[in-house]
């Protein structure tokens, strides 16, 4: 977001227009903070918390898109490899929260049903706090972005 002024901007400006400058981000706020949501999911998907997952056993033979995985197997998912692929994503290593915001513009979640990405973790043993950790990362990322002031550093110079 440093590297790309006008997204921080619209980030703090959104922040300004719902939170104000006179009190701290809270969680009834997050509601309608959908672009610094976006954002925060954008994160997730280029640099992901954990390379993988946790492993998991095939209980039965299945087939995931063009993958046949025999019972027993054990998987792993790249985080990486899923916010990074080139058949999902267009522009993959480009910042762009806009993807994630629907036609709406309304309630940005940081997880992914449908599996392009993994923020925490998906599935009926997935993580049990999905919903705090969502919350408590929005928040810190809200709070972040709407108390300070971001700048790229200045090019080093080398003397000669």
């Known amino acids: 977001m440093i590297n790309q002024p006008e997204i921080l901007k ?6 300004d227009s719902v ?33 993988f997952n946790i492993p998991h056993v095939s ?11 025999p019972k027993g197997s054990h998987v792993l998912l790249s985080r990486p490899g899923l916010g990074r692929n080139p ?5 993959l290593l480009k910042f762009k929260p806009k993807r994630h915001l629907k036609d709406d513009g309304w309630d940005v979640v940081l997880t992914d049903s449908n599996l392009r990405m993994l923020s925490f973790s998906m599935g009926r043993r ?21 108390r300070f002031t971001w700048n790229a550093p200045p090019v080093c110079q080398i003397l000669t």
């Open 87 to 91: 058949r999902i994503w267009e522009e």
């Open 59 to 69: 209980m039965e033979d299945a087939t995931v898109g063009d993958y046949f995985i």
């Open 126 to 146: 997935g993580c049990e706090r999905v919903l705090l950790s969502s919350t408590m990362t929005t928040m810190l990322f809200a709070r972040l972005i709407h």
């Open 19 to 51: 939170v104000g400058r006179d009190r701290l981000v809270q969680e009834s706020d997050l509601t309608y903070l959908t672009y610094v949501k976006a954002c925060a999911k954008e994160v997730f998907r280029i640099h992901p918390i954990a390379p």
């Open 10 to 15: 619209r980030a703090s400006k959104e922040l």
